[in-house]
């Protein structure tokens, strides 16, 4: 368990689950041991939250947020193609305006799911390009705004307090958004992952968690810590690099492939 990421503290938690059912003599063989693991995993990625469902305001904030490479804007271009495809008006706002390439990359993502990105020059204050998409968004009746932002240490109190900005601007544009701050976790971070998540929960209150990067060897064991300590669900999982491969999290699917050598 050790080995798979899912840290110290959830492992002793899982042990002393496991304990118990042994103590109710639910444990007499190693097919049991390992069902009633499964089990235990599963219940903890199971968790009773608000599910992400854009029908519930209109336009439904989604930010994304995360550090720097762990697929923020390729999960915004995979989640606005699933959403069109469903029918659903969206609206990518541009808030990376760290590099120009940036921008860039969220418009080929737009024109491959056929839809419009608000955009500033590079350097731009984010602020303003968060302001100018909430504005469009209402202004042409988008169900959906997903505004991306540049990668940042979870460390650099400077850099989350402009998270935190965004967060308020979106805030005061649009009632009760961002509905949806969503933090993208590369898997094969490890338990570095965990920190990431309690430092960006801590800045903007993450909602939901969207794991990239699962078609390789990683196995992502992190985000049952992450469940276990911040009750933050996964709400997407990454299985590659093009436009359909993003998943709905399945627990019972997660956890089997934890077993699978
Ligand atoms: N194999 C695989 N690669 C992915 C996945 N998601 C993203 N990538 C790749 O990861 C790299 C970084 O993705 P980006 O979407 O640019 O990451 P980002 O978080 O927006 O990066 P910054 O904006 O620089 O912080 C790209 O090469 C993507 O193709 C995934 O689920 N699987
Ligand atoms: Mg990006």
Known sequence: MITADLGMQTTQQLISALE?????????????????????LEQLLTLDRRPLSVESSSPYVIMVVGVN????????????N????QGKKVLLGAGDTFRAAAAEQLTIWGERAGVEVV????????GAVAFDAAKAAVARQADVLILDTAGRLHTKLNLMEELKKLRRILEREIPGAPHETLLVLDATTG?????????????????????????????GGIV??????????VRFVGIGEGVD?????????????????
């Open 224 to 233: 049952v810590a992450i469940a276990a300590e911040l009750q933050l669900p």
């Open 119 to 126: 955009r500033h020059q590079e350097g731009a204050d984010p």
């Open 191 to 219: 338990q570095n992952a965990l920190n990431q998540a309690r430092l960006f929960n801590e800045a903007v209150a993450i909602d939901g968690i969207a794991l990239t990067k699962l078609d390789g060897t990683a196995k």
């Open 69 to 80: 490479g762990v697929g923020k804007t390729t999960t915004i271009g995979k989640l606005a």
């Open 20 to 40: 118990g059912r042994r103590g109710r003599g639910q444990l007499e063989s190693p097919q049991q041991l390992r069902a009633a693991l499964m089990e235990e």
């Open 82 to 85: 699933q959403l069109t495809q």
């Open 245 to 261: 491969d993003l998943r709905p999290f399945e627990p019972a699917m997660f956890v089997e492939a934890l077993f699978e050598n």
